[in-house]
């Protein structure tokens, strides 16, 4: 493999409601750190996986993921993006692509992580997978009036992992000074492009109680 993934996996999932950091919840018995993990490292394209952890949890990550796969563990940061840089931090300069995968999307299978490794090593500087959104998207006032309805074709749900030429993910981590949500968002700013490919149901983000039934049952399918 040329590429190397980096994981960040230090939130707490406050929307997931009390408990353990996000990554670290069960998803059928398993940390979601776990499943997530299991799926890239089966990623021919993938030679090494950093993944950064809640601070607090560095060393139990470290032995939790001991058996799945060769991993290095950093301590994540307080914003994602921190979390993303002390990642890449620890990326050997000699690999040429970086993806940048949650692992908070869980089930976002190994077909995922070829494609956007191929859109970057055939020539993209930047590779983000997308959906078609569902929902008729308003935009409204703070007072709850519509002030109108936005062109839904144009839009797309934007998924993880993202794709990335190294220098370039580097280049836009150092310029990037507010914070941004994703890490396309931080090449977007350089000028870079940033192209498309498509992304996957199973790549849904886990972010509040409902997601974690929809992964229990996707778990029950023939391909997660
Ligand atoms: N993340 C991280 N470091 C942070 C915040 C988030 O590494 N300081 C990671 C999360 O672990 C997750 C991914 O970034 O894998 C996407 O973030 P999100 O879904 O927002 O997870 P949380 O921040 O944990 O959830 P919440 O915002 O509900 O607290
Ligand atoms: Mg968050």
Redesign the pocket.
Known sequence: GDVAVV??????????GPGA???LRLLEGEP?LVH?IRRVAAAPSVRMIVV?A?PADVDAVRTLLAGIAPVTVVA?????????AAALAVVPEDVGIVLVH????CLAPVSLVERVAAAVRDGAAAVIPVLPVVDTIKEVAPDGAVLGTVDRSVLRAVQ?PQGFRASILRAAHAAAADSH?DDAGAVEKLGRPVTCVPGSDLAL???RPIDLALATHLLTLPDP
């Open positions: 994981v960040p996996a230090a939130g707490a999932g406050v929307r997931l950091p996000k990554a979601l997530a950064a809640p994540g940061g307080a914003e994602r993006q921190e979390s993303v949650d692992a908070a999307r993880t949500t983000k886990i972010t």
